[in-house]
């Protein structure tokens, strides 16, 4: 079974920045899209921002010109820096492929505080 390991989620205040790390066992990973998605509370989970084979990106509204995703192949990780932080990206992050499959890592929490 494919593993996603994610991490760097913390407590931070409106404004500030947090980078998210994903690591990766999955085969083939140069081929796949990838993605970061957030879990809002008491909402489902949405695509947040994702990176393509060739490296082109696309990025939700709200995340764009503020997130910047980027991969290494290499070592299979993703990762996602996040600047300008505000409220409303609370929430539980998650790297998966994108399309995203059925089994997802732990995720890392993301709080931001007034």
């Known amino acids: 079974q494919v593993q996603f390991v994610e991490s760097g989620g913390g407590l931070v205040q409106s404004g500030g920045s947090l980078t998210l790390s994903c690591t990766t066992s999955?085969?083939?990973?140069?081929?796949?899209?990838m993605g970061w998605y957030r879990r809002a509370p008491g909402q489902e989970r949405e695509m947040v921002a994702i990176i393509k084979n060739d490296d082109s990106t696309n990025y939700t509204h709200s995340a764009k010109g503020r997130f910047t995703i980027f991969r290494d192949n290499a070592k299979k990780t993703v990762t996602l820096q996040m600047t300008s932080l505000k409220t409303e990206d609370t929430g539980r992050y998650y790297c998966?492929?994108?399309?995203?499959?059925?089994?997802w890592g732990q995720g890392t929490q993301v709080t931001v505080t007034t």
């Open positions: 998966h492929y994108y399309p995203p499959g059925t089994f």
């Open positions: 999955l085969p083939g990973f140069q081929i796949f899209a």
